[in-house]
């Protein structure tokens, strides 16, 4: 089974301050994804990464990077924490092709 | 822009009975298509996919549909039992050459009763 890691299911962070979600997976997959879920907004994704070293800007990039050094591994950083980047971050990824993308459990990031 | 659309935020059925679940996507390029369950402090679980060459692909009580002329997107389950409740989202595959990106519905919560 696919297993997708997020390192905090909770996290509370003081506005300003530089916040890195990290996101392992187990299967050597090509592809992973950051999104944010919001109510009645659905998955929104913010960067994702198709090998390492690469990345490409999602739909709402603005305020975050990400870093993939590893093919395992990929971080998303907030620069500068605002209130309004509180939200449920999903990391996932997924094989070449067709195919779906596994999630992990998401990380409830609660910015004061 | 939503380029998936899922119009119904919440359903309620009862138990035993018949869910149907929908979407619209406005891109008749998007060539795969798939459904997600997802729990509350969870993330979504993959339920099933569809590829655009099929209009029915089933697995156990799940069902998806396709209507690629109304570009109209169905889930059903039968029969819709109480662990089925929960957020549903639907998806497709962009329409860019090498596209990796999957575009993804704002959710539908459904309610089984008991």
């Known amino acids: 089974d696919v297993k997708v890691t997020q390192s905090s299911r909770y996290l509370v962070k003081r506005t300003g301050e530089k916040v890195f979600l990290e996101c392992v997976q187990d299967?050597?997959?090509?592809?992973m994804f950051w999104y944010r879920q919001d109510p009645g907004l659905g998955l929104r994704l913010i960067y994702f990464?198709?090998?390492?070293?690469?990345?490409e800007k999602g739909d709402i990039p603005e305020g975050y990077s990400v870093s993939r050094e590893k093919k395992e591994r990929f971080s998303l950083i907030l620069e500068s924490a605002s209130t309004n980047q509180t939200s449920m971050y999903l990391c996932?990824?997924?094989?070449?092709?067709?195919?779906?993308?596994?999630f992990g459990d998401g990380t409830r990031l609660s910015i004061l | 822009d939503q380029q998936v659309k899922q119009n119904s935020p919440s359903l309620s059925v009862q138990e035993g009975r018949i869910s149907i679940l929908n979407c619209d996507y406005t891109?008749?390029?998007?060539?795969?298509f798939l459904w997600y369950k997802k729990y509350p402090a969870e993330g979504p679980t993959f339920l099933i996919s569809?590829?655009?060459?099929?209009d029915k692909n089933e697995d156990g009580r799940f069902t998806v549909f396709l209507n690629k002329s109304a570009k109209h997107l169905s889930l059903h389950i039968v029969p819709s039992q109480p662990g089925d409740s929960a957020v549903y989202f639907c998806?497709?595959?962009?329409?860019?050459?090498?596209?990796?990106?999957?575009?993804f519905g704002t959710g539908t919560r459904l309610k089984v009763l008991a």
């Open positions: 299967m050597d997959h090509e592809n």
């Open positions: 891109n008749s390029m998007f060539d795969y």
């Open positions: 996932a990824s997924r094989p070449l092709g067709n195919q779906p993308q596994h």
């Open positions: 998806a497709a595959r962009g329409d860019q050459a090498g596209t990796y990106k999957y575009i």
């Open positions: 990464s198709y090998d390492v070293k690469m990345k």
């Open positions: 569809i590829s655009s060459i099929k």
